[in-house]
């Protein structure tokens, strides 16, 4: 599969950005507070192992759920919303938020049972018969038989599907699909169960509702996210994998609804890999997952049928073969070993194939159809040292040939003539010392000016994972390679797949997944300027996170402050530099946010005017005036 690119768009980009103006925020930014009843539910203190994985999960969870703009949206004014988030005891609280009544106190909307110590292994919901599952031999287990998952619980998490949708996780075994009634604010809730599913210790990650084709059905997708040794995975892990301490399991299920309302599952699917997950998502129509990570992953189950097996992960494909090319013939160089004479080799050669084979054996040691058509009596071979070299005449001379053979799965390496390599290379060097540039012309950069925070640890990719792609090797996969490429955010949308928001230079780049029938599979949305070496400064950041319509983004500190950055907007007015006489109309301002409470943030949400924050005892909401003058 081939990669793709992804491609910044030049109008969105600010070069002559001037910087943040930190502003007073009194008239500004308005504060409300509530008390969370009982306090946020408790991070798992009994874990008889940890890993990285398992660590930064617990690490960057965040409390705080709230719906998407265009589900839970007020008729009145567009700006009212809930925040919800769980407490000790599992209940479900909600916090609504409107300009007239504020913030309102919690008010419980469903009860989870968190009492559970011991979290379970994932489970299969659908045990295909074409896969052999892996025993359980290797992990601890109850008196009752339950298979105990060695790192601990998780958190729980939420995810709303549709209008009156919505999936959680408990973190121990549980997943429940939800029918929440209608939520807009101030409207009596009325949630109840109406499927449930024991998958093991997992984190929601993702939910959508989709229509599915042909019938008047609705399917449900739902992404899950859980860590495990590689011997407690449901299937046998990859070889690549086995030896690793912890894995990401990420398992797609696919939930129909029937016309009694009852759900059942139709579709699962596992994923598999050893690196953290920044970006887990599904694309517009739930046809693949869209993931940002450091190493690709690997399909591992599938229930509709068998996965095709291929080379392992990092393996390279040998070239069968090596060739030579000038502007009017091509030469074939092959290895045999066996052979030591022109009259032990058969080697036929026409306009348009090619076949080398041994006289004493049937099987060819390479045949194919020519990549273009060739003179077959102008060809000549060679036999030496269990080499086999055939040189042939092109049948159009100045034909450049990208490879010998149309197919592809017949590789060869072209070796080329030292003239040719210096051609290649000649745009990237000079006749003069210093690339003929005057000694006034300043450098693009001072490496100087570089900082170890501006460097990220390993490269990251991005990995789409297509539903019909029944093959385990990730290398088939669409990708891009990013490279040295620092992930920063990921942005809530309304009705469509998270963004993500990737460093770009200095600044940070907000993408959007499209449709895979889309001319671009991601698109450029918006740019937070100089975003990128921002971020980089804030050593003690903890979440960063910005609203759907990307007016500002916030970085908040793991205790007490939120740094909010906001979109240039105009003055009313011209402001002039005095030193360099530069004028400027537009002015994008900088917020701190300063929490009463030096107790550790546990959860983050933005919305367009509104921040709002969660400790362990307490919640507070910031709503921002950012148009004011």
Known sequence: MLPFNLVPDKHLLLPDFDGYKLSNSSGIVTSYAKSLLEGLCPK??????????????????????????????????????????????????????????????????????????????????????????????????????????????????LKFASSNLAVMADGRSKVFVLNTGDRTPQSPHTWHTVHELTLGACEVHDARVVDKPGSSDQEVHVLLVA?????????????????????????????????????????????????ALQYCQFDPACSAVVLLTHQLYCAVYNSSGPLTLSEPVGTK?????????????????????????????????????????????????????????????????????????????????????????????????????????????????????????DAEDKPSFNPGQLESCDDADTDLVLQVLEAGDSSASPENSPRALLGNTQYLATLSCSGSPAQFCLRHDVDGLVWRTNDQRSSERFSHTATFNAFGYVKASKTMAKYTSAPHDCSYVCVCDVRSHVYVFCQPLPLGGELKNRRTGRVTSKVARQFLLSLPSHDEIQGLVTLPGLVVVCTREQIFAYALALHEK
């Open 227 to 275: 860590v495990v040794p590689p011997s407690a995975l449901p299937v046998d892990p990859p070889p690549a994998l086995s030896a690793v301490p912890s894995l990401h399991l990420v398992t797609w299920l696919t939930l129909t609804s029937s016309n009694n309302g009852e759900y059942h599952v139709t579709q699962e699917r596992l994923y598999c890999g050893s690196s």
């Open 44 to 157: 798992s203190s009994k874990e008889e192992y940890t890993s990285y994985l398992k660590t930064r999960l617990d690490a960057l969870h965040n409390c705080l759920f709230t719906d998407t703009p265009d589900i839970n949206k007020d008729s009145s004014d567009g700006s009212s919303c809930t925040i919800y988030c769980f407490n000790k005891k599992g209940h479900l609280l909600a916090f609504d938020w409107s300009p007239v009544t504020h913030l309102d106190a919690g008010r419980v909307v469903w009860q989870a049972d968190l009492s559970q110590d011991a979290p379970s292994t994932p489970k299969l919901q659908l045990k295909a018969p074409h896969l052999p599952i892996a025993g359980a031999e290797n992990s601890d287990a109850t008196q009752d038989g339950t298979v105990i998952n060695l790192f601990g619980t998780l958190q729980p998490t």
């Open 317 to 437: 494909k040998e070239p069968l073969f090596m060739f030579m090319q000038t502007e009017d013939d091509v030469t074939v160089q092959i290895s045999a070993p066996e052979c030591s004479s022109s009259s032990s080799m058969s080697i036929s050669v026409t306009r348009l194939d090619l076949s080398i084979a041994r006289r004493d054996d049937a099987r060819a040691i390479l045949q194919g159809n020519f990549l273009h058509p060739v003179l077959p009596d102008t060809a000549t071979w060679t036999v030496d040292k269990g080499r086999v070299e055939v040189t042939v005449c092109k049948a159009t001379p100045g034909t450049k040939w990208t490879r010998v053979f149309q197919d592809e799965q017949l590789v060869g390496e072209e070796l080329l003539p030292d003239e040719d390599n210096n051609d290649r290379l000649a745009h990237l060097t000079s006749d003069t010392w210093g690339g003929g540039c």
